[in-house]
């Protein structure tokens, strides 16, 4: 596969098309569409195809995607006849563009008071990125010419776009999107998430629900602070998450200040299944995991449904008593109280017994 500049072109998708699909505006959908091959460093393919008569043509990071599907108005097809078994060396195709003449856009999202905002998605045309905690964005395949940046934030704003015009190879940068809140109020919001051990932490995830929907999102910074602001709702939900600890929920009436959090991580618990009467594995299972409350009350974690040549369950829990039901086909049901401990891993054998034959 060559670019329009004659260059070979690593990445690309080989397309073999039904010769007769049905178009529309000039596309065919995927569904008359077989991907074939992906070229490798040097530009080259070999693939796969039933005998008959196709259409091949070359696409590059989905630069010829549109509405309806592939723009074949707009590719560069050969045309294959092949025999049954036949095999066909040789083949070139070509890109309706050059890679020299691809243009990138980088920027940044700002809420209404110029703040980054993390983890927004940005598209344009068939390319898609999110923002980094700083709020940057960078968008790179893209074809010379009008184009429409946008910005979809979810969790309370409304999407926004700007529009730029990309010369032939152009390197945009330092575009700014500002995107609004759907619905403002007058009620605000703030605190601070820390660890066990009373240090910030960065990168908390906070959702503001109520029961309907999820109505705004921030991150916690370096000091581990967060803030809303403009909030509609007097009641919320704050639900707090991290990955490698356990989430948090609480109820708050607002306006609400110094609203704190303290996360514990989670450890990662692998237990094992094995038969008690010859010790072996026993490799297909049921497992549901629930959290002993200080009630004596059991709040349900998590299930799942193994098949573990090893007989091995992996899960994330916090430390202290959890209870541990298994079921097995041909085994009885067992019930297990456990104590996590506080370390980053653990592992526990259980025992099934067999459960006994019926005569």
Known sequence: VLDGDGRPVAGAAVLAVEPNAPQRDGMVSFAHIRRIATTNQNGAFKGNIPHGNWLLAANHKNLLNGRWGFKLNQAKTVELTLQEKEQRAGITLTLPFSLS???SVSGTVVDENGKPMAS?????DYQRTATDRNGR???AGLTPGKKNVRANPHYG???ASTTVDLQPGQKLDNV???VELAEKGEFSLSGTVKDEQGDPVEGAIIYLNTKRRTHRRAFTDKDGKYRFENLKE???QVQVWKGGYAPITKEVDLPAEGVDFVLRRRVKVTLTILD???????????MSVYRLLENGKRRHTCSMSRYSEKGEATFGATPGDIIVVVEAPEYRKAEFTLNVPQ????QQNLGLEPAPTEK
């Open 276 to 286: 008690t009467t010859t010790g072996l594995p026993v490799k297909r299972f049921n």
């Open 343 to 346: 370390q980053e891993t653990w």
């Open 157 to 159: 704003y409304k999407s």
């Open 101 to 103: 003449s691809l243009c």
């Open 176 to 178: 700014v999107i500002k």
């Open 234 to 236: 007097s009641r919320v």
């Open 120 to 124: 927004v998605s940005v598209s344009c």
């Open 137 to 139: 964005f960078r968008l």
